[in-house]
């Protein structure tokens, strides 16, 4: 029996952050599927996460750990396709160092992902845009805040993630104002600034004074 510990240790310290370049996001939504795995695991077989080895992550297992998280937790197709790719990188990392294990690893590689219907996501219609941009008090600090986060949001069609993640140094409010932006898979692009965007951040900067992050958006601590 292969002690399963060492492997998953190996997996997310070494093998995605090192060897594949993955982001700590990246390596942090694959850690939460394996633990939610593997305190499944452990429940059915009785026994703890940590003695859990390679054998019992069988494909029967893995078939019930994924019928587990979407009649138990509620998660959709889509969340259940995500936890069973990670499952099958793993396996990737594994066949390379537990020859013995080809058999059921190759079984679990051939469970199937769940086809799903993708909904076409409503937009939101110009007149609802401003309503949203003037909903923030801009009497307010954090008012001014908001409005300059949503403006920016809506302008550059940011995830919440490169939202948060802007920095200071990269915003340039001088003539032809942009933004450089980092986003998913560390790529990075250069935006150009609506004048009113620019002008709701040159606000926001005015009032959010000295703080020692980098961060372009703080709260109030």
């Given at each position: ?92 990392y594994v066949e390379h160092r537990v020859p013995s294990a080809l058999e059921q690893i190759?079984?679990v590689h051939a469970i199937p992902v769940k086809r799903h219907d993708q909904k076409l ?36 069609g940011l995830r919440v993630s490169e939202l948060v993640g802007v920095l200071t140094e ?52």
């Amino acid at each position: 029996m292969t002690k399963l510990a060492p492997l998953i240790t190996g997996f997310l310290r070494d093998y995605m952050p090192r060897q594949r370049g993955y982001s700590p996001e990246s390596c942090e939504t694959y850690a939460f599927s394996f633990k939610l795995l593997f305190d499944f695991a452990a429940k059915r077989l009785g026994t703890r996460p940590s003695r859990l080895t390679i054998e019992d992550l069988d494909a029967p297992l893995i078939v019930a750990f994924l019928a587990h998280i979407e009649q138990e937790r509620g998660n959709g197709a889509a969340t259940r396709n995500l936890r069973l790719a990670a499952i099958k990188t793993f396996m990737r990392y594994v066949e390379h160092r537990v020859p013995s294990a080809l058999e059921q690893i190759g079984r679990v590689h051939a469970i199937p992902v769940k086809r799903h219907d993708q909904k076409l996501i409503r937009h939101l219609t110009m007149e609802e845009v401003r309503a949203i941009l003037n909903a923030p008090d801009l009497a307010t600090r954090s008012g001014v805040r908001d409005r300059a986060m949503m403006h920016l949001c809506f302008a550059g069609g940011l995830r919440v993630s490169e939202l948060v993640g802007v920095l200071t140094e990269n915003l340039s409010l001088q003539h032809g104002a942009s933004v450089t932006i980092r986003g998913k898979g560390r790529k990075e692009r250069c935006l150009p600034l609506w004048k009113d965007t620019a002008r709701d951040l040159r606000a926001w900067l005015s009032v959010r004074g000295a703080v020692r992050v980098p961060e372009l958006f703080v709260n109030a601590r």
